[in-house]
């Protein structure tokens, strides 16, 4: 029982590249969220899923596109990346929104 | 507006005693609130929650933590600090949203146990 995972752990982009980050979870959860973690700001919302075939924004989605593939796996993509976009990512599931979320690993990316 | 407050950026404590994290809260409708640790370059980690209940609950690792409603603070708490307890602490609360219910996250404290 792995949890949830995430590729890549690590990721160099130079400005307008792209880049798909995944994460997949073994729990059957219903919910997955992409979150960004800056230094001093906390964990901010990019963007969840509340149940698998649904997407919604968070608080802050601009740049950013995402994929609920099925139930396990929830893809965040940046299309064009810029160097505002440089922080560390994590992936989370809960059974339900209102519940204990589980984290993956994070990715950190670096764009420059 | 719905927020989650830790006002101390770090907190030092010595092994052995006591050691108290903060969290205030501002939400529409009964709060269901959360802790979570973060170690260096991992993910978070669940660590207790608040429903109902109980106003004091009890987590992992040996931590509590104190719901009072009339402070609308949730205080995490142990009795004896290890220095194995360093790392990042998040305070989150369950805000109300466009149709959907999310979590919304402190800025963190960062605990330092001295030995």
């Known amino acids: 029982n792995a949890g949830v995972t995430q590729t890549p752990k690590f990721q160099v982009l130079k400005t307008g590249q792209s880049m798909t980050l995944q994460c997949a979870q073994d729990m059957n959860h219903n919910s997955m969220y992409w979150y960004r973690q800056d230094p001093g700001m906390g964990l901010r919302l990019i963007y969840y899923s509340a149940s698998e075939g649904t997407t919604d924004k968070g608080e802050v989605p601009n740049g950013y596109n995402v994929s609920r593939l099925n139930k396990r796996e929830f893809s965040l993509r940046l299309e064009s990346a810029a160097p505002s976009q440089t922080s560390v990512y994590f992936c989370?599931?809960?059974?339900?929104?209102?519940?204990?979320?589980?984290f993956g690993p994070g990715t950190r990316l670096t764009v420059l | 507006a719905q927020s989650v407050a830790q006002p101390e950026d770090q907190v030092n404590v010595a092994e052995g005693n006591p050691l108290t994290v903060k969290c205030t809260y501002s939400v529409s409708g009964n709060p269901y609130l959360f802790w979570y640790v973060q170690y260096p370059n991992r993910g978070l980690q669940f660590l207790l929650k608040y429903i109902t209940g109980d106003n004091l609950v009890k987590g992992s690792y040996g931590f509590e933590a104190e719901f009072n409603k009339s402070q609308t603070s949730f205080h995490l708490k142990k009795p004896s600090a290890l220095v194995s307890d360093s790392a990042l602490y998040f305070c989150a609360v369950r805000a109300l949203g466009r149709g959907y219910n999310k979590l919304i996250f402190g800025a963190g404290t960062r605990l330092a146990v001295h030995p």
């Open positions: 989370a599931s809960s059974e339900r929104t209102e519940g204990e979320q589980f």
